[in-house]
């Protein structure tokens, strides 16, 4: 598993994520997520409603948060409801993913994690999965029920549990479903 790093944005300066990219929070009126200006090879834009608002210990107050992850070149950065994905050498935008979420979830559920197998960047999360090459482009991005579970990711696939205890497998370079016919 690849570690996720937790970063707080903030609104009164910029904030260095990966190497490169910088980003400030604009705060929204309300309990909204807030938007992120992130500036990257000397252009800037505005993410709206990108991150979740977290209490910090350190503010007092709610702040913006993000999960970023760091994979050979690739920046990945995580926010509510899409993720960023980001080349670092030669640096450029790669990606906008949006991720199986609504504004109706609760979020206290959510939970993210990246894995590497061969040459994919896998990111399991509660309502999908997807892979990324090496080179960082999307191979595929399935939606999957949040209870089902992963319980193994190998060189050529990754296999999750369902309620019940039945098992199906993804095709870990298409993506594509089959049956393990397996029953935990």
């Not at 980001?86 to 939970?111: C, H, Q, V, W």
């Not at 999750?160 to 870990?172: K, N, R, S, V």
């Amino acid at each position: 598993m690849i570690e996720l790093k937790e970063v707080t944005i903030t609104t009164d300066k910029l904030v260095t994520l990966g190497n490169s990219l910088l980003a400030i929070a604009h705060m929204n009126k309300g309990d909204r997520p807030a938007d992120i200006a992130f500036t990257f090879n000397d252009q800037q834009w505005i993410e709206k409603d990108f991150a979740e608002l977290q209490f910090s210990t350190e503010t007092r107050q709610m702040m913006p948060s993000v999960e970023s992850v760091q994979w050979d070149h690739l920046l990945i950065i995580t926010g509510l409801r899409r993720c960023l994905l980001f080349k670092m050498s030669p640096a450029r935008t790669i990606n906008n993913i949006e991720l199986f979420r609504s504004e109706n979830d609760d979020t206290g559920f959510y939970k993210i994690e990246f894995k590497q197998r061969e040459q994919f960047l896998l990111c399991v999360y509660e309502g999908g999965v997807f892979a990324v090459s090496v080179d960082g482009k999307m191979a595929w991005h399935k939606q999957k029920p949040w209870d089902d579970e992963l319980i193994s990711a190998d060189s050529d696939r990754i296999t999750f549990l369902m309620e019940g205890g039945e098992t199906y497998a993804l095709d870990l370079s298409t993506g594509k479903q089959f049956s393990t016919e397996q029953k935990i």
